[in-house]
């Protein structure tokens, strides 16, 4: 990672750098004797920095993921989180007791970096450990996949792992073959740790829907066929030890672990979903399930970081619907679609060959053209809308054919820490009518820039805890205000029908909203989420179903994108009242993203120190 930084006025440069004290490096200040760590006094980096590291020796994947398994702690890269009972109770105590630490800091002497990042790691390890302290389910500590079903059609170590192995698992030399080696000989014990999890779940009456779990057990089937040859993972550590140039003694032993331990441990898993098939109903929400309001309720609490109720929340989504498909109708009309609701029109554009890609692998490297332009035009735009820039290194992939059923069209994230792994956008491309020439720059630059990759690169820039934990109201939100900045930047002024797939991605996130809370609380079927997405915005069904199915298994997230979006939007909006002539664009901007990944409440903290310090 690289930044670069453009020159700019003396007022720009207080407003923006006023706005940046959270990147700024807190000082060496000691903290008072009640929060001290055993062996003494220790500084506020220092135990942000052991409570990082303490998070990371329950998740030794993360640490791969952002860079930081070396030194003393290389021996993260061989192992695997817990996924036990006991093992996720060990977590939980981990965060309870770094919980009370953190607590215990002063932070009135300390600056607004500090301040900020104690306010984050409060704020994110309270929600986990209310969630762990919930029945069932996998909690995702400074993360989004909060899941009441710990395996299911996109949740569970059969279906991350191919993938973590593949893209970030590092293999630089023999350490790092032998890390691999050790990690599929740990598969088993991961796999039988969730099976031990799903068990206790079934046992109180928690099975998820039966179209779930005919999802999940399908691709289960799938990868248990690969294990049987001892696949994936044999022929992605040769791949990578022939790019090294090692010689390729370990693979052996990887096809052996393969066959010998993770196919009965994956056998074994797909029983139990049988199992629970068996049983199963079509409900599709956490109403129906043992403690369900419960459990929706925190999770809606954990998707949002608000107190809002479901019913607020489907009402707000049901408001912001109706304003964003105002938007749409003059621009609908103008292309010469007038008939109909906004989303009968859009079906109508849907249909439209002239929007569609060809079919197959044509089609496929069309779609990754189209995507790779619309990176390269975004990055140019950036120094118009950003005082601190940064360049990522960024890659577009495929996702694996195993996981494109029970996916969405597309995600992705920021690379590593220390730079080594590219951020990524995942695109699914099991078949390319899930995307349209008008909708995918607009999921372009969500994913990619100004959006999730844009926004990871300056969290890997803030200490390593703040790298670790994000919010999805915030990640999303983001995302999509990137979509925004994309629009403002001109994105779509030689292209109207380019507005129109940016607008119905808002109007689709303000559909999550109204749809998730039908589902988890209001007793909705899934054809009624369904076709909610396809009459009343046009959406593509074979799209939508995929997404109301990823609903069922992370209530509560889908409601984080446009919550956290609008909350930017309005907290622009006071910056821009509260400055008059001094608002400036470019340092607004700025401010939010080096805020950092945050809850909506200490972004807003951080917006009106902004405003602050550029009233002097």
């Known amino acids: 990672m690289t930044s670069t930084h453009f020159a700019f006025t003396r007022r720009q440069a207080l407003i923006g750098l006023g706005a940046t004290t959270a990147l700024a490096t807190a000082g060496c200040r000691t903290m008072a004797p009640a929060a001290s760590l055993p062996g003494g006094a220790m500084s506020l980096d220092a135990v942000l920095e052991k409570v990082a590291y303490n998070l990371l020796t329950h998740e030794p994947e993360r640490a791969t993921s ?79 996949r909060n899941a009441p079903y710990v395996v299911i059609q996109n949740v569970g170590t059969y279906l991350d792992m191919p993938r973590f192995m593949d893209s970030s698992h590092p293999i630089a030399d023999e350490a790092d073959a032998e890390a691999f080696v050790n990690r599929i000989e740990a598969m088993p014990a991961a796999i039988d740790g969730e099976l031990e999890r799903i068990g206790q779940a079934r046992a109180m009456g928690v099975v998820p829907p039966d179209f779930l779990l005919d999802k999940a057990i399908a691709q289960m089937e799938r990868t248990i066929t690969d294990a049987a040859k001892g696949e994936p993972y044999t022929s992605s550590l040769t791949s990578s030890l022939t790019e090294a140039g090692l010689p390729g003694g370990w693979a052996g032993r990887v096809e052996d672990a393969t066959k010998t331990g993770v196919l009965p441990a994956l056998q074994r898993q797909l029983a139990e979903l049988q199992a629970q098939r068996a049983v199963a109903t079509p409900a599709p929400g956490m109403s129906a399930r043992p403690k369900g309001d419960e459990w929706y309720d925190w999770g809606l609490r954990a998707s949002t970081t608000t107190r809002l109720t479901p019913d607020e929340v489907h009402n707000q989504g049901l408001r912001e619907l109706e304003s964003l498909h105002a938007r749409m109708d003059p621009i609908l009309r103008e292309i010469g ?21 060809a079919e197959g692998d044509p089609g496929r490297a069309e779609i990754m053209a189209f995507i790779n332009d619309r990176i390269a035009w975004i990055r140019g735009e950036m120094p118009r809308a950003f005082n601190t820039l940064v360049d990522p290194n960024l890659e577009v992939r495929r996702l694996p054919l195993a996981e494109e059923p029970g996916a969405p069209g597309a995600y992705g994230g920021a690379g590593s820490k220390d730079g080594t792994i590219p951020g990524r956008m995942w695109i699914n491309l099991g078949t390319t009518d899930l995307h349209r020439k008008y909708d995918l720059a607009d999921l372009t630059f969500h994913e990619t820039i100004p959006g999730h990759v844009w926004e990871g690169e300056y969290s890997n820039r803030l200490p390593l805890i703040r ?95 446009k ?39 200490v972004m807003t903290q951080n917006v009106g120190r902004y405003i602050a310090e550029v009233r002097g």
């Open 66 to 144: 952002l860079g930081v398994d070396t030194g003393a702690y290389a021996g993260l890269r061989s192992k695997l989180e817990d996924q036990s009972i006991g093992g996720q109770r060990a977590y939980a105590a981990t965060l309870a007791k770094d919980l009370a630490v953190v607590s215990a800091i002063d932070v009135s002497g300390a600056d607004d970096a500090t301040r900020t990042s104690v306010e984050v790691v409060k704020s994110a390890y309270s929600t986990a450990l209310d969630g762990f302290a919930l029945p069932y389910g996998d909690v995702a500590v400074g993360s989004w």
């Open 337 to 357: 679609y007038t008939k109909g609701s906004v989303g009968q029109r859009m079906q109508g554009l849907s249909a439209d060959p002239r929007y569609k890609f």
């Open 467 to 561: 790298s670790i934990l994000a919010f999805n109201a915030f990640s999303e939100g983001w995302a999509l205000y990137g979509e925004q900045l994309a629009d403002e930047l001109g994105a779509y002024d030689e292209f109207k029908v380019g507005r129109l797939g940016y607008l119905q991605s808002l109007a689709f996130r303000a559909c999550r909203m109204v749809v998730d809370t039908g589902l988890h609380a209001k007793g909705w079927s899934r054809e009624r989420a369904v076709n909610f997405f396809v009459e009343r915005n046009g959406s593509k069904r074979a799209e939508v179903e995929s997404e109301v199915d990823r609903y069922c298994s992370w209530p509560g997230q889908a409601c984080g994108y």
């Open 563 to 601: 919550l956290g979006h609008s909350e930017i939007v309005r907290q622009r909006a006071r910056a821009q009242s509260e400055l008059g002539s001094a608002y400036d664009f470019k340092a607004f901007n700025d401010a939010v993203v080096l805020g950092g990944n945050a809850p909506m409440d």
